[in-house]
């Protein structure tokens, strides 16, 4: 290796400018390559926050984590470098199974879910993402931090959309099973005010069998509702809508 040279790009930024500089820089320099719009926001504080609260915060009985993907890879790359053994690797899938994995386009669903913006997450998942960061930076000061209590809530309104796509599989809805997805949550913080007991979900890690079973009879309500109301035109573009909601 003596002989080999790399080329290297050093860019000299003002620290005041690193939050605006860095993403853009990325976003320019990798043009040609395939890079998801989300993948610029990896460095958000926002962002790191929720990775460092993830690493540090167990699910009750201190037996497992969920693990926030904030870069794309961050979880093989994180197994290959804690887990080199069968028994590692077993043990490190017992605590961080790929079922508790979420990134950053995912949290967007949940998150936008429960605050009922189903139209929104119907978008798709890299339109999604963009919608939430900017109204994050909308509604937010630039020094506000996500802490704990957020950070569990969040793992809550996880749970509650992985629930509502467990149902759509499991009842093999042959369609649209996003989109009844996402409305269902929507509509369960709808017709509860918002007062599900997020706390309550963090501590079970897991939903009430009578909320499954509203979810469940909700998802059938609410397909047929989507598909009556688009009334001919396409139900996937429909459902991006805010009249539809």
Same mark, same amino acid.
């Given at each position: 290796?003596? /002989?080999?040279?790399?080329?290297? &790009?050093? +860019?000299?930024? %003002?620290?005041?400018?690193?939050? %605006?500089?860095?993403?853009?820089? +990325? ?23 929720? +990775? $460092? ?16 993907? $904030? ?8 197994? /290959?470098? *804690?887990?080199? *053994?069968?028994? !590692? ?9 790929? !079922? ?5 386009? %995912? ?8 605050? !009922? &913006? ?21 509604? =937010? ?6 802490? %704990? ?8 309104? #996880? ?15 042959? #369609?649209? @099973?996003?989109?009844?997805? *996402? ?6 913080? =709808?017709?509860?005010? @918002? ?7 963090? @501590? ?18 609410? $397909? ?11 139900? *996937?573009?429909?459902?991006? &809508?805010?009249?539809?909601?």
């Amino acid at each position: 290796l003596s /002989t080999v040279y790399v080329p290297a &790009k050093i +860019s000299l930024i %003002e620290a005041d400018r690193i939050e %605006e500089m860095v993403p853009a820089i +990325s976003l320019y320099a990798n043009s040609q390559n395939n890079i998801q719009m989300a993948d610029f926001s990896a460095n958000d504080p926002y962002h790191v926050e929720m +990775s $460092r609260l993830s690493s540090q915060i167990w699910c009750p009985g201190e037996q497992g984590r969920w693990f926030y993907e $904030r870069t794309r890879g961050e979880y093989e790359v994180e197994k /290959t470098r *804690t887990a080199r *053994t069968p028994a !590692q690797i077993k043990k490190f899938n017992e605590k961080t199974p790929r !079922q508790r994995k979420f990134d950053k386009v %995912e949290l967007a669903k949940f998150l936008l879910s429960w605050e !009922q &913006k189903p139209d929104k997450v119907s978008l798709g998942g890299q339109k999604c993402f963009a919608w939430f960061m900017q109204n994050h930076s909308e509604t =937010h000061s630039k020094g506000w931090q996500p802490d %704990e209590t957020y950070y569990r809530r969040a793992i809550a309104k #996880a749970i509650l959309y992985k629930q509502a796509v467990s149902i759509t599989r499991k009842e093999a809805f042959p #369609a649209y @099973r996003a989109q009844v997805a *996402t409305y269902v949550v929507a509509y369960l913080s =709808h017709r509860t005010g @918002r007062q599900v007991d997020l706390d309550a979900i963090w @501590r079970k890690q897991e939903l009430s069998d009578e909320i499954v079973e509203l979810m469940r009879d909700w998802a059938y309500e609410i $397909r047929d509702a989507i598909v009556e109301t688009s009334n001919g035109k396409n139900v *996937t573009e429909w459902c991006k &809508k805010a009249e539809c909601w």
